[in-house]
């Protein structure tokens, strides 16, 4: 049974940093990208960052470019989002995401193959 858990959500002001992980556990994961979604109170789920299951490609939406980064440890099966100069507009819950699509379509909700239980950012102003 596949797990995903994730961890370092939390309360930061605007202008502070988090740094999320999202451990994967149940099957092995070559070939599978990992990824963070969002979703705020009464908006849909949405693309956040996503990294090929080498680490050598990368995609971020738009609105985080520049100040998140994600990587990944497939030693430990685990995927990070460092997010760096937070803003209110970025609190959401933070879901992990793993899919064994083609990483181009990642972005797409239906090409998840498996989701997290997600973790509450908060950025006050």
């Known amino acids: 049974q596949v797990q995903l858990v994730e961890s370092g959500g939390g309360l930061v002001q605007a202008g502070d940093s988090l740094r999320l992980s999202c451990a994967a556990s149940?099957?092995?994961?070559?070939?599978?990208?990992m990824g963070w979604f969002r979703q705020a109170p009464g908006k849909e789920r949405e693309f956040v960052a996503v990294?090929?299951?080498?680490?050598?490609?990368?995609w971020y939406a738009d609105s985080v470019k520049g100040r998140f980064t994600i990587s990944r440890d497939n030693a430990k099966n685990t995927v990070y989002l460092q997010m760096n100069s937070l803003k209110p507009e970025d609190t959401a819950v933070y879901y992990c995401a793993v899919s064994g699509a083609p990483i181009g379509t990642m972005m797409q909700l239906s090409r998840v193959d498996y989701w997290g239980k997600g973790t509450l950012v908060t950025v006050s102003s």
């Open positions: 990294i090929s299951w080498r680490g050598g490609s990368t």
């Open positions: 149940g099957r092995t994961f070559d070939n599978f990208h």
